[in-house]
């Protein structure tokens, strides 16, 4: 209940993230816009790391073959699959609400989600597998 | 006449007294039982404290909005069986403030309307010159709207900003910007071109999923956007 409320001055309701991520009961337009929304901050906490990380280029050859050495286990490609599954969704969903949110195609939002988003799969997968196998 | 005892745990609050809590009433419900009709039956059987708005019963004064399990509908129209849970949780809309009970405040959406262009809102379906053009079905319009709050209540994004002006209120006016019949309707664009107008909506949608009333606010403010978007390029190109 703590999405209601229970004052008569108009506040700020009193949890947002709760308006944002509880998608129970709603369509899947909401779930697009609150993984939309998820992978969005993954992201751009990835792009921070990334660069911490580039810049052990700077302190020389070791640190830096130390840390590929470690980006090749297992348990961090799989950290490479869910990064690339973040890029992907964001990536298609962003066209669809880009193209909608400019009024083009909004008529056919759902149909324009799932062919994005099916691409977006397709090349998650092939691209997981070759994270694995290339 | 099949008849079933259902529970309803009903949202309570009154201002200024406890903090809020939810309270389980049983009622005997038939097959034409709607959840007002079963809410007024506690107010009349149970508890006369039980406080919700209500007007017409079938679905065009808009008074009834409620969250009924967790979706927004008119109470008058959900019939208590079709929901099929045993236990049916009622609570008020989101993103307004609750005055008691059920009963949220309506104000700030009817502020948010009339400066839409209230009056053009629903004249018309029976005027001549409402006559439904060759080749098309019907008109959708937002005449349709019953001024529910129901778009608003689902609305995601307006639990990141109560100075949204929400789906009904763009709604309103995408109808006088697409037929502004004599309106200058330039001031109603620029009033809705900002943070808190057409672009803090995020596509989520959820509007068109719950209005009762076939207005489609998310499409509406697709529209919207599409012609400040036309505009702003015709803008650019000196034209
Ligand atoms: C690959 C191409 C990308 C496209 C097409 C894209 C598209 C979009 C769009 C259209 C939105 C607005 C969503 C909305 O209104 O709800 C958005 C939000 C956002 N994007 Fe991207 N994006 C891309 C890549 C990225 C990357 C690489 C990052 C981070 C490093 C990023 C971070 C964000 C953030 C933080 C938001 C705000 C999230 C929100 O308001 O819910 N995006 N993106
Ligand atoms: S489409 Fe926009 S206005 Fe409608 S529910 Fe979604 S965010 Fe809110
Ligand atoms: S647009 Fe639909 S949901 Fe919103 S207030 Fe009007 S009738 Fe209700
Ligand atoms: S009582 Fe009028 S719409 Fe439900």
């Given at each position: 209940m703590d999405d209601i409320q229970p004052t008569t001055d108009p506040v700020r309701p009193k949890a947002p993230l709760r308006s944002w991520f509880d998608v129970r009961g709603r369509s899947m337009s909401t779930l697009a816009f609150a993984l939309n929304r998820l992978t969005a901050v993954g992201l751009t906490i990835y792009l921070f790391?990334?660069?911490?990380?580039?810049?052990?280029?700077?302190?020389?050859?070791e640190s830096w073959d130390s840390f590929v050495a470690l980006a090749k286990h297992p348990l961090f490609?799989?950290?490479?699959?869910?990064?690339?599954?973040?890029?992907?969704?964001?990536?298609?969903?962003?066209?669809?609400?880009?193209?909608?949110?400019?009024?083009?195609?909004?008529?056919?939002?759902?149909?324009?989600?799932?062919?994005?988003?099916?691409?977006?799969?397709?090349?998650?997968?092939?691209?997981?597998?070759?994270?694995f196998t290339g | 006449?099949?008849?079933?005892?259902?529970?309803?745990?009903?949202?309570?609050?009154?201002?200024?007294?406890?903090?809020?809590?939810?309270q389980t009433f049983r009622v005997r419900c038939d097959e034409n039982t709607t959840v007002l009709v079963a809410l007024q039956d506690i107010r009349r059987d149970q508890d006369g404290t039980l406080i919700m708005r209500h007007s017409c019963h079938h679905a065009s004064c808009g008074t009834c909005g409620?969250?009924?399990?967790?979706?927004?509908?008119?109470?008058c129209v959900v019939k208590v069986f079709d929901l099929n849970t045993s236990t049916?949780?009622?609570?008020?809309?989101?993103?307004?403030?609750?005055?008691?009970?059920?009963?949220?405040?309506?104000?700030?959406?009817?502020?948010?309307?009339?400066?839409?262009?209230?009056?053009?809102?629903?004249?018309?379906?029976?005027l001549d010159e409402a006559d439904v053009a060759e080749g098309l079905e019907a008109?959708?319009?937002?005449?349709?709207?019953?001024?529910?709050?129901l778009c608003v209540s689902a609305c995601p994004i307006m639990g990141t900003d109560p100075t949204y002006l929400g789906p009904a209120a763009l709604a309103a006016a995408w109808r006088v910007v697409e037929e502004p019949r004599g309106l200058d309707a330039k001031p109603l664009l620029d009033w809705v071109d900002s943070q808190n107008g057409c672009w803090r909506c995020h596509v989520a949608y959820e509007c068109n999923e719950a209005c009762p009333s076939g207005v489609f606010p998310g499409d509406k403010i697709m529209s919207l956007r599409r012609e400040l978007t036309k505009r702003k390029f015709r803008r650019l190109f000196g034209r």
């Amino acid at each position: 209940m703590d999405d209601i409320q229970p004052t008569t001055d108009p506040v700020r309701p009193k949890a947002p993230l709760r308006s944002w991520f509880d998608v129970r009961g709603r369509s899947m337009s909401t779930l697009a816009f609150a993984l939309n929304r998820l992978t969005a901050v993954g992201l751009t906490i990835y792009l921070f790391l990334h660069l911490s990380v580039l810049s052990l280029l700077v302190r020389g050859p070791e640190s830096w073959d130390s840390f590929v050495a470690l980006a090749k286990h297992p348990l961090f490609l799989l950290l490479d699959v869910v990064l690339l599954f973040g890029v992907v969704y964001h990536m298609a969903n962003g066209i669809r609400v880009a193209l909608v949110g400019m009024g083009v195609g909004h008529a056919r939002h759902k149909t324009l989600f799932y062919v994005l988003v099916g691409i977006a799969l397709v090349l998650f997968v092939v691209g997981a597998v070759l994270i694995f196998t290339g | 006449m099949v008849e079933r005892d259902i529970d309803f745990k009903v949202f309570r609050y009154k201002q200024g007294g406890a903090a809020p809590a939810y309270q389980t009433f049983r009622v005997r419900c038939d097959e034409n039982t709607t959840v007002l009709v079963a809410l007024q039956d506690i107010r009349r059987d149970q508890d006369g404290t039980l406080i919700m708005r209500h007007s017409c019963h079938h679905a065009s004064c808009g008074t009834c909005g409620m969250r009924i399990n967790g979706r927004e509908e008119l109470g008058c129209v959900v019939k208590v069986f079709d929901l099929n849970t045993s236990t049916v949780v009622v609570e008020p809309m989101r993103n307004m403030p609750v005055i008691s009970d059920l009963v949220v405040d309506m104000g700030p959406f009817y502020d948010r309307f009339n400066s839409a262009g209230m009056p053009l809102m629903r004249e018309s379906e029976f005027l001549d010159e409402a006559d439904v053009a060759e080749g098309l079905e019907a008109y959708m319009r937002c005449e349709n709207c019953i001024e529910c709050n129901l778009c608003v209540s689902a609305c995601p994004i307006m639990g990141t900003d109560p100075t949204y002006l929400g789906p009904a209120a763009l709604a309103a006016a995408w109808r006088v910007v697409e037929e502004p019949r004599g309106l200058d309707a330039k001031p109603l664009l620029d009033w809705v071109d900002s943070q808190n107008g057409c672009w803090r909506c995020h596509v989520a949608y959820e509007c068109n999923e719950a209005c009762p009333s076939g207005v489609f606010p998310g499409d509406k403010i697709m529209s919207l956007r599409r012609e400040l978007t036309k505009r702003k390029f015709r803008r650019l190109f000196g034209r």
